[in-house]
């Protein structure tokens, strides 16, 4: 299905704020068991002084682990190590089976520095600790005292705030998802009104829409969406008057115009071009041009005004019976295309022009020459033949000069 802005509004806004929670419960746990664990380590560090304030006596055994489980009664666990690692006491655990702790961090620390803190896993116990370790004197031997607190509690703790925290998250996640769905909606509402409009817009119904609120992007795309309506409208209506205007000029012309395109279609044939071809206007459009016009000199002049870009002129002729003579002007049509390749032809436009009482015409004026000439002919070579005659000698014959002088004078006349 397709997914809706509605939903992937609402559920990145929930996505997001669940991520911003997730993150909350993350830094706060960690605080909280940082807080909490600092706050095991002071308690360990009060009960320090204790232990320094009364240590025990460290050469009488059973005395010791008296002291260890008296100060184990404070909720911690408490352990008395020797110098080279042995457990002398512990209030938790026989010292017969615990092992050597010299390779503790916190006993390591207290008899180099005379104070030891660790958070760790107690191998003896089987759980996580936090430590702090004070070394004493014993005759003149170090002996370290390790106090340890079980982390359950500092996990208990955190856990109860934890618990509290996840409540009130939950909470906030079902506040904030009604609102970010509410406002997923709205502006998606408002998005599909401006898809309607634009679709609107692409069928031709030019309507503005209303006022958008909130004034904000929305709002101003509704706005530009209105102008780019009212001027696409205008746009459309002149164009619409300039189609009409166009239209009704070809169609009243009586030269055959048509318009093929770069692929040797036609695209426009005004009526004159059909009456031409004996073809029906509506027959002629969206053709290709070899299936209207059979004629071969037409359509090489067609076919050199697309291929070489140049206007080409000729002269054909239709009909046998009654035939018909016409001036062909095939002009390529061209437009800059947004590259630097320069002019590209698009198409071509033929315009016949019937000029059949032209050559009628000048069939008429060469007959009527020829008729004249023949007409001059005839008294110029006998005003020319007897003018020679009388120069050759005949001028002196008064038997005949006067005649042919007479013969001279009527072919002038038949002349004039």
Not at 31 to 59: G, I, K, M
Not at 71 to 98: E, F, K, P, W, Y
């Amino acid at each position: 299905m397709r997914a809706r802005l509605f939903w992937k509004l609402g559920f990145t806004y929930l996505a997001l704020m669940l991520g911003v929670l997730l993150a909350v419960d993350w830094s706060a746990e960690r605080t909280l068991r940082h807080d909490t664990e600092l706050a095991a380590q002071q308690h360990l560090t009060s009960l320090d002084r204790l232990v320094q304030a009364r240590p025990p006596a460290f050469d009488n055994p059973a005395a010791l682990h008296d002291w260890a489980a008296w100060l184990a009664r404070s909720g911690v666990r408490t352990t008395v190590i020797a110098a080279d690692g042995l457990v002398l006491a512990d209030s938790d655990h026989d010292t017969q089976t615990m092992e050597n702790h010299s390779d503790r961090p916190e006993f390591q620390q207290a008899l180099a520095r005379g104070e030891g803190d660790a958070i760790r896993h107690s191998a003896t116990l089987d759980r996580d600790l936090v430590y702090h370790a004070v070394r004493l004197d014993s005759g003149g031997h170090p002996v370290v005292v390790r106090l340890a607190l079980p982390l359950a509690q500092v996990s208990r703790a955190v856990a109860a705030i934890r618990h509290q925290l996840l409540l009130t998250s939950l909470l906030i996640l079902a506040v904030c998802g009604i609102i970010s769905l509410i406002f997923s909606r709205a502006f998606a509402g408002r998005v599909d009104r401006l898809k309607d409009f634009s679709l609107r817009i692409a069928h031709g119904d030019f309507h503005p829409l209303s006022s958008e609120r909130p004034e904000d992007e929305l709002a101003d795309l509704g706005r530009s969406l209105n102008e780019t309506a009212s001027r696409m409208d205008a746009t459309i209506r002149t164009l619409t008057e300039e189609r009409n205007r166009s239209s009704a000029i070809l169609s009243s012309m009586v030269e055959g115009v048509a318009v093929i395109d770069a692929r040797e279609r036609v695209v426009f044939c005004n009526r004159a071009f059909a009456e031409i071809l004996n073809l029906d206007p509506a027959d002629c459009e969206n053709r290709p041009l070899i299936e209207v016009i059979r004629h071969r000199e037409l359509l090489s002049t067609i076919h050199t005004a697309l291929v070489d870009a140049t206007s080409a002129r000729g002269e054909v002729e239709f009909g046998t019976v009654f035939p018909r003579s016409f001036a062909v002007t095939a002009t390529p049509v061209e437009t800059r295309p947004a590259g630097p390749a320069g002019l590209a032809t698009i198409g071509a436009v033929a315009v016949l022009h019937d000029i059949s009482e032209l050559r009628r015409l000048e069939r008429v004026r060469q007959d009527f020459v020829a008729n004249v000439s023949h007409e001059f002919k005839t008294p110029l070579t006998a005003i020319q033949g007897f003018a020679e005659t009388l120069l050759g000698g005949a001028l002196e014959d008064e038997k005949n000069n006067r005649r042919f002088l007479e013969i001279i004078r009527d072919q002038s006349i038949r002349l004039a």
